[in-house]
């Protein structure tokens, strides 16, 4: 089945034009002589998660990109070995398994991109013989579309989608026109509504307004069976431990290492959502049990608690966590170029970008055994946050919206 050259919709071979944009399609109709054949002076590199296409004057050759086995030993060792230094710091299952992918992911992606290096470094007949090597000549290749950098083409075995650069796209569109006909389209792009930055922001945002409307429920709501006596204990215990601890540091460290079990288990995907949900309903009932610890309302409770910085502080790291884990889906979709540079990595993104909201904690906690000393003077903290924020804000802005698109 031919495709409309202009918006990629699906016509028949006896259409005179396309019936959705109007596109002429007579090139298309009876029996057209072939185009004549383009060149490609340099091959197309186009990326999967786990294959590497080179597409040439001959068509296509599909590696596959798995980590041979010689480094799994290497990968494994040293995982077992994070695994214990880690444990012993966090005793959080959860928090473990997430630290040691962020710590993995960029080592592994690292040895990866070394491998496909090798691979484009050879010629097309030595990467045609090695094995797991799959050779689709342009004569197989049922159709191909080209939509901004995704690339996506059927053979007899289905629709096989892929990642190139936008500067190779006009010259593989070139061949595969010249090659396919009415077979190939070029389907314009439509312009997104929002910036990458935007959608995280508003994601983030959406994930905030979710986790602090179950704290509020949370704090305010009666009391079920049994959760009375349930959250006192939680409440007390953690008194106690800070209580115990003799210095200022020593608090930091707990709460700081706390917060960050918190933040990892809401990083993960899909399910750090629901985490950083449940652990908002805990944080609304201990409040409330504080609360009733000091003889207020709830609702003064908390009234107190948000005129605080590190508040505020603390429960916007918690969402750019999980829209973090969340948002990093679309990281596995790279190029060739970006995959081979760290900087764009999207393992690298990702560990840089938890680091980040680990930095913001860290801030929180400093704030946090800071202002019972200050009294009422731990509202004049609000003065360096906001600047801090806006600082950070405006040189990280430009770097932010890179990594995220």
Not at 70 to 89: E, F, K, N, R, T
Not at 168 to 178: C, N
Not at 300 to 328: C, K, Q, S
Request: glycine share 6%; charged share 15%.
């Amino acid at each position: 089945m031919p495709y409309c050259p202009k918006c990629g919709k699906e016509v028949l071979a006896t259409d005179q034009y396309c019936l959705n944009c109007g596109q002429s399609l007579e090139r298309l109709s009876g029996h057209p002589e072939s185009p004549a054949s383009t060149q490609l002076i340099s091959p197309v590199r186009a990326m999967d998660t786990s294959n590497l296409y080179l597409i040439g004057d001959e068509g296509l050759l599909k590696a596959g990109t798995m980590l041979p086995l010689v480094a799994l030993p290497i990968i494994l060792g040293a995982a077992l070995g994070l695994l214990v230094v880690i444990y012993s710091d966090f005793g959080n299952w959860v928090a473990m398994s997430v630290v040691l992918a962020l710590i993995i992911a960029p080592i592994v992606g690292a040895y990866r991109a070394r491998h496909l290096s090798r691979l484009v470094g050879l010629t097309r007949e030595e990467l045609a013989s090695r094995q797991n090597v799959r050779t689709i000549p342009w004569s197989s290749i049922q159709s191909m579309r080209i939509m901004g950098r995704r690339l996506s083409f059927k053979t007899a075995t289905g629709w096989y989608s892929t990642t190139i650069d936008r500067t190779d796209a006009d010259r593989l569109a070139q061949k595969a026109s010249s090659e396919l006909g009415g077979n190939f389209a070029a389907v314009p792009e439509a312009p997104p509504r929002f910036s990458p930055m935007a959608k995280f922001l508003l994601l983030a945002a959406a994930i905030f307004i979710i986790t602090e409307g179950i704290t509020f429920a949370a704090s305010l709501i009666p009391f079920g069976p049994g959760e009375q006596l349930h959250y006192t204990n939680l409440y007390n215990s953690t008194e106690t431990s800070l209580s115990q601890s003799p210095t200022i540091f020593q608090q930091w460290s707990e709460i700081f290492l706390n917060n960050v079990q918190v933040a990892l288990a809401g990083f993960v995907p899909a399910f750090g959502s629901l985490i950083l949900s449940l652990s908002s309903y805990n944080t609304g009932r201990v409040i409330q049990v504080a609360a009733i610890h000091f003889g207020v309302s709830p609702s003064t409770f908390l009234t107190l608690l948000f005129i605080l910085p590190h508040t505020w502080v603390e429960e916007v790291a918690y969402p750019l966590a999980g829209a973090l884990g969340l948002y990093m889906f679309t990281w596995r979709h790279q190029s060739y170029a970006e995959f081979s540079n760290w900087r764009t990595r999207g393992s690298t993104k990702v560990a840089l970008g938890f680091a980040s909201v680990a930095l913001i904690l860290a801030v929180a906690a400093a704030l946090e055994v800071s202002e019972p000393s200050l009294s009422i003077g731990a509202l004049l903290l609000w003065v360096p946050v906001v600047i801090g924020a806006l600082y950070a804000y405006m040189k990280l802005k430009s770097r932010i919206a890179a990594a995220l698109s």
